[in-house]
């Protein structure tokens, strides 16, 4: 299947890339045999990838790095790279290639540190790969120090090292960095769109992979988790009542507790099973014997990443109350809708009893406060504000709107 095919709604965004990698390969073709480079290349060195939340940025640029790491032979007679079963695509694109390096924020910013090791290899020839390509998925996130870096990296890059940095919009990034990229800008899927992949790829019903996607409004990996993971169906539910229990203060401090511990929970889950994994697999790099001591000099390694794996857990449960409150505007945005007088769209018909009832029982101008309380919530944990602090004045002010 072609790497392609991920990029769900993205049909005119596909062809883009599928062009500007086609001549990709023929720059490194040429290259090689010592030819002159072809004109009018549609490649450069620097791609920014932007989107809403779910759109598929990074998938976009994985799908590119691999069509650029492609060996197959139908290539080299004029085929499209990006044939999605060739060792280069797909080590690619599960993240083992030795040349397609990716960077993602641990915590809630990209660190100089987290960046040096990355812009040092990208001034470095490819080692058997096609082209030197250095992924960074949350570009927004880089502080001052690890922008500058990228910019000096992206301003004189070796001749076959491609930059790709993803981010929610053009402003999200630096000036001087945007400048020097080529912009891409994805759109969100349609619905129906969703609920296709959903069921081609991963074999949902269509009822259940249709209801997954109209809840998510076109996100695919929260439609996919959705649809897939019981537990997450389970969360959202508990999300979708909150509305209905904050009539007291003691329903909304306790409610806010409780979002907050789901949240605490979910993100315990999912950074045991990434930590476990990667501690093993650092213990052994370092020779380590399975339960034995570490050899002598070790410790500031094993020190350095625990606290990496500390802010990782951090994020991950700032961006699992995230996804909670944006589930929770959703919610009250079904709410103004049927105020107003539409029904057309709603993304919460299953909690239809529970919209109906707020619809009836306020104004139009109040729950337009309840959503404005979202938003600030959101904006109080992305200053650091201590996640339950934050709830607590949402969940106050959900009931006073």
Same mark, same amino acid.
């Given at each position: 299947?072609?790497?392609?095919? %991920?990029?769900?709604?993205?049909? #005119? ?56 790491? @492609?060996?197959?032979? %139908? ?11 060739? &060792? ?8 083992? $290639?030795? &040349? ?65 940095? @993803? ?13 020097? @990229?080529? $912009? ?119 020190? %350095?990443?625990?606290? #990496? ?9 700032? %961006? ?51 959503? &404005? ?8 944990? &992305? ?19």
């Amino acid at each position: 299947m072609p790497v392609w095919d %991920d990029l769900v709604g993205q049909e #005119k965004l596909s062809e883009q890339l599928a062009a500007a990698a086609r001549d990709a390969d023929a720059l490194v073709t040429a290259a090689t045999a010592g030819t002159p480079p072809p004109e009018a290349s549609k490649m450069t060195h620097a791609w920014l990838f932007t989107g809403p939340p779910g759109a598929g940025r990074t998938t976009a640029a994985r799908a590119f790095a691999a069509a650029l790491q @492609c060996v197959s032979p %139908d290539r080299a007679l004029g085929g499209i790279p990006g044939c999605g079963f060739c &060792d280069g695509c797909h080590t690619a694109l599960l993240g083992t $290639h030795a &040349d397609v390096s990716t960077v993602a924020a641990v915590g809630t910013q990209i660190l100089a540190d987290d960046m040096r090791d990355t812009v040092r290899k990208s001034f470095t020839s490819p080692a058997n790969g096609r082209w030197q390509v250095i992924l960074v998925e949350d570009a927004e996130r880089l502080n001052e120090k690890s922008a500058n870096a990228v910019l000096k990296a992206v301003e004189e890059p070796a001749p076959r090292t491609v930059w790709l940095l @993803c981010a929610p919009s053009v402003e999200d990034v630096l000036p001087t960095i945007r400048s020097r @990229c080529r $912009h891409l800008n994805l759109l969100t899927p349609s619905v129906d769109a969703v609920a296709d992949m959903l069921v081609r790829r991963d074999g949902i019903e269509p009822e259940a992979a249709y209801a997954a996607a109209r809840a998510t409004q076109g996100h695919v990996d929260r439609a996919r988790r959705l649809a897939t993971d019981p537990r997450a169906r389970e969360r959202r539910a508990a999300v979708l009542k909150m509305p209905l229990r904050v009539e007291d203060i003691g329903g909304c401090l306790k409610a806010a507790q409780e979002l907050v511990d789901a949240a605490t929970a979910d993100s315990k889950q999912l950074a045991e099973e990434v930590d476990v994994k990667e501690t093993e697999e650092m213990r052994a790099a370092l020779g380590g014997a399975q339960g034995g001591r570490m050899p002598r000099g070790t410790a500031g390694v094993m020190k %350095d990443l625990e606290d #990496k794996q500390k802010r990782r857990r951090t994020r991950t449960q700032r %961006d699992s109350l995230d996804l909670a409150l944006t589930e929770l505007t959703g919610f009250y945005r079904d709410v103004l809708a049927l105020q107003l007088g539409s029904r057309l769209a709603l993304a919460n018909t299953d909690a239809e009893d529970a919209l109906e009832r707020l619809a009836r029982g306020s104004s139009p101008e109040a729950t337009l406060r309840r959503i &404005d309380a979202i938003a600030a919530c959101r904006d109080a944990l &992305d200053r650091n504000v201590a996640p339950l602090l934050a709830v607590e004045a949402m969940t106050m002010a959900l009931r006073a709107g």
